[in-house]
């Protein structure tokens, strides 16, 4: 097949979700032969790439187009069309003569478009082509969610306003009619109940050549955390797990500490390293080492959506997990098999405790955890899956 992605940022690894999830899809329909294009829009210019160059290094573009700047046309989706903040950001009307053009020159059998980029193209109809949409997460579940632990009123005022924004935008593309694709069942479930056959579930997959177990690494007495630590449920879990379930832990293990690991700590996050026994490490190059040494990967994310990428790296890494029922909403663990489901502060220290404790039982949890994501989230299974959504529409 002839596919071409259409993102609304460069696909890379590392990333963000959306740019991890574009770039693993790539490379591997690349990998069972299928041509694959990319058409993306950064500062002001689109560019149109091949996936084969991307994965090999970087980016050969076969083509760009320029524009002026795009600010007014932020405000214009956010103000008039009362489109979300999120999507409004990457409104870039040059993508839709860029992809007429493109369209003269090639032929698609699929046209993969990420959501928050579909509104660019308001009336597309592309003949003997089929149009999917990547939801990639229920972003409307994730609001909603947020805005129930939110505290700070402007905040919760702001996170209400989006939500409406983003309920309606939702409605937009289900309009569309379009075949789409989604991480996990619980989103949608959210989004579809009842346009459910025509959403397939993609999750993303997890390299496992790479996030490998490491069994000569020698445990050390931690929690740790992973994530961009300026996105809001990770800030928000962060801020938790050290002063919710790690302080009360540290004053039954002395030597117990708590590793917060990811980019772009957040002012409130890189505060919680002025407590003792905390590590606010910033980027990393390679976040494995962090994982291999702690005790206990603790995820209590209060609020979120979609597949927990940071989750299935853990499993694959050998961590045993402590984590919440949101968080495990996208995998499907089965609690006190592949990992222990808490909800409130004290069941999350009681658990970590017991993890903390009992070392054949936190290795027993964290094989059956491994076995499970490469049972269900290996990079073949995942592509046979997104493979199938294609051929349903061909």
Known sequence: MNILFITHRVPKVPGKGDQVRAFQQMKSLVSNGHTVHFL??????AHWCCASSLIGGSPEKKDGMKAKSNYFSIIRSFLL???PLSVSLHSFPILIVFLKNILSQIHYDVIHIQSKVLHNFPSLDVPDSTLVVDYIDAISLNLERRAQWTKNPIERLAVGGELGRMKKYEKFIDAKGSKAIITSPADKEYLHPKRYEDINVVPNYIDLSYFHMNRLENKKNALVFTGTMNYAPNIDAAIRLVKDIYLPLKEKFPDLEC????????????????????VVSGFVEDIRPWQWKAAVYVCPLRFGAGQQNKILEA???????VMSTITNAGIGFTHQKEALVCEDNEEFITRTEQVLRDREYANSLAERARTFVSNHFSEQIVTDRLITAYKETI
């Open 315 to 321: 499993a694959a890494l050998g961590c045993s997990i």
């Open 40 to 45: 993306f829009q950064e500062n002001n210019e």
């Open 259 to 278: 590793w917060l690991v990811g980019a772009n700590p957040s002012a409130d996050v890189q505060r919680l390293s002025k407590i003792s026994g905390v």
């Open 81 to 83: 069309k009362g489109y």
